[in-house]
């Protein structure tokens, strides 16, 4: 190969890497059979390549790190809330656990289901600033200023999450979680297509779990009798479909403990 044809390669090659395109045409020409200068500045320049993509390598595992660390964070927030209400104590845990199974059954793709499963683990960390009159409330009837306390906690909850930009869409499935389809849930009053499907999934597995719960004023129902319930909300609150989909899921998997 001439001299000239060789630097030409050559710096076609470096202009790739430039631009960010790794090729490995510039260890190609390394080889004996180009000029000194060529195969010198050939080596120098696949070095320079290997350590950038070694430093992009550790800036992706380091950026794994902290959104692993971040998310560990608002879930321990969320976990938290045990410590204030009994009834909420483990309840992110199991809505996130029938929310994935959910998912899965209607065949969504596996990172979907993934953030589909965390907005359930997450759903009702706007509740952490609920004041202790909320917590405490077992017998007394809750009056306006305590209903719009309790419908603030998706607001709540989207403003807490909507900077962690990893989480993507859970944080609307989050947000959306007490839409209803006919347009009277809360706090947007989305209707039909407006509300994303993770959002919908996560209205029927958390309206399952809220029923089949023991709480200090209620005693839980069975599943067959949640299931039932949800049949007549099928349409109106709730998405038939998944529905549906959900008593199949139940019926063959059982209940979450």
């Known amino acids: 190969m001439t001299p000239l044809k060789g630097q030409e390669r050559l710096l076609r090659a470096i202009k790739e890497v430039a631009a960010g395109n790794y090729s490995e045409d510039i260890f190609d020409m390394t080889g004996p059979e180009y000029p ?13 390549m290997v350590k950038i993509e070694a430093r992009e390598y550790h800036l992706e595992q380091l950026n794994e790190a902290i959104k692993a660390n971040s998310l560990n964070t608002v879930t321990a927030i969320a976990d938290a809330l045990g410590a204030r209400d009994d009834y909420t104590e483990g309840h992110g845990e199991r ?25 359930g683990v997450l759903h ?7 004041s202790d009159r909320i917590f405490s409330n077992e017998d007394t009837r809750i009056n ?34 007490h839409e209803r389809l006919d347009g009277k849930g809360y706090p947007r009053g989305l209707t039909e297509d407006e509300i994303p499907t993770g959002a919908r999934i996560l209205a029927v597995v958390d309206c399952f779990d809220a029923m089949t719960t023991n709480r200090p004023y209620q005693q839980g129902k069975t599943p067959q009798e949640a299931l039932a319930i949800l049949g007549t909300l099928a349409g109106t609150a709730l998405d038939a479909d998944l529905v549906d989909a959900f008593i199949e899921e139940i019926d063959s998997g059982g209940m979450e403990e």
């Open 144 to 177: 306006e200023d305590m209903l719009l306390e309790i419908r603030s906690h998706p607001q709540w909850g989207y403003d807490i999450l909507k900077n962690l930009e990893f989480l993507g869409p859970a944080v609307e499935y989050m947000y959306c979680h």
């Open 36 to 48: 000194d200068e060529v195969r010198e500045l050939a080596e120098a320049v696949g070095l320079m």
């Open 95 to 119: 809505v996130g656990a029938y929310a994935e199974r959910l998912a899965r059954r209607i065949n969504l793709p596996d990172d979907e289901v993934e953030r589909i499963r965390v907005a």
């Open 124 to 130: 009702d960390i706007g509740k952490i600033g609920f």
